[in-house]
């Protein structure tokens, strides 16, 4: 039966750096690798990005429930 790859934990967060079209917003990204299991691709997403705290903190912000 087809078994979906595996993810590998998720790099630590970049440094915050400004979007490209809002100089006054900064955002950071992650990566993480997949291994693949019996050729099966995993499911999901392969980077992530989020918004950095605008008081220039490096503070984790918790996504809202």
Do not use: H, L, M
């Amino acid at each position: 039966f087809p078994v979906d790859g595996i993810w590998q934990p998720w790099s630590e967060w970049s440094s915050c750096q400004p979007y490209p079209t809002q100089p006054d917003s900064e955002y950071r990204s992650r990566a993480r690798e997949c291994i693949t299991s019996y050729g099966n691709p995993c499911k999901g997403e392969s980077e992530d990005s989020e918004n950095c705290p605008s008081d220039g903190s490096n503070e984790i912000i918790e996504d809202p429930a």
